[in-house]
């Protein structure tokens, strides 16, 4: 066995053992705290590891921030990522990069190399919802510590329901998609239904190792929750315009879109591992004449 293989095997063995939940928490209460000397050296060695782009930010000064976690989601400037108006144009939800992109087939998702899981469990088992999107289209977005790590809208939605489901809190990082099984489906996520003018959207928003919190911009903090699935559906509109902001990860994560079958051709330029900014193009959606 190779030196990198080993340091792989250590690093899946030690998520099986720690107490991803405690831990999370841990380090949220430390990313929220407001104390000026604890908040600027977590900023400082989380600035000396990863390049963050800190010009395009709203404050571009790391010392305008109260916590650690109010620097980590930042906000960008205006016009720092345009979005793709053309108005069958997908986009792309946040910056990071394309784990998988591709096709459902038969109520499996690609995940990667070698490696599928099931619609259903990813969708905590909803039998209506999974039959929307069997053999449709999805996209996973991967998002890296250095990178903006809000989501946003692919497109315009407004939103029907939201399907809470607690799970694992492994990383989602390439080497734990390439040896955990079913890993977006173990782990805690929030499952988020829109209606668009081109049928049903899904995006979910999955928790990962360290991830304190997911937060939407319709209810504030909701995971973690309790430790049962939690469906809500939506008694007021909640409507958001292409490239609006829908939440928010503290410490970073990972989001997957999805579309029902024969609805939207991804990009072709995309594949498993192509960096990607919010708002670049995604895919785009084929006339709504094409879709039956």
Request: charged share 20%.
């Amino acid at each position: 066995m190779s030196l990198p293989e080993a340091r792989e095997r250590l690093f899946i063995f030690l998520q099986y053992c720690i107490p991803q939940h405690t831990l999370s928490r841990l380090i949220g209460y430390l990313a929220d705290s407001e104390n000026p000397w604890l908040k600027s050296q977590l900023i400082r060695l989380f600035s000396h590891f990863f390049t963050i782009n800190i010009a395009e930010a709203a404050p571009d000064n790391y010392e305008q921030y109260a916590s650690f976690n109010a620097f980590f989601t930042r906000a960008l400037k205006v016009g720092a990522r345009p979005i793709v108006q053309d108005q069958r144009a997908v986009v792309s939800p946040a910056d990071g990069s394309i784990s998988e992109i591709g096709i459902i087939k038969n109520d499996q998702l690609l995940q990667a190399k070698g490696h599928h899981y099931s619609l259903k469990a990813l969708l905590g088992g909803d039998d209506a919802l999974a039959e929307q999107f069997n053999n449709g289209a999805f996209a996973t977005v991967y998002l890296s510590p250095k990178d903006y790590h809000r989501v946003h809208m692919p497109l315009a939605g407004t939103l029907q329901k939201t399907r809470y489901v607690p799970g694992k809190l492994f990383s989602v990082n390439q080497t734990t998609a390439n040896n955990v099984a079913g890993l977006f489906a173990r782990n805690e996520r929030l499952i988020c239904l829109f209606d668009t003018e081109y049928g049903p959207m899904v995006v979910i928003l999955v928790g990962a190792m360290i991830v304190a919190a997911i937060e939407t911009v319709w209810a504030g903090q909701v995971a973690p929750q309790s430790k049962k699935i939690n469906t809500i559906d939506m008694t007021r509109t909640i409507s958001l315009e292409k490239g609006g902001e829908m939440g928010r990860f503290k410490l970073g994560s990972t989001a997957i879109v999805l579309f029902p079958e024969n609805t939207v051709q991804w990009n072709d330029a995309l594949s498993n591992g192509s960096s990607i900014k919010l708002g670049e193009l995604l895919g785009t959606l084929k006339p709504l004449d094409e879709q039956q």
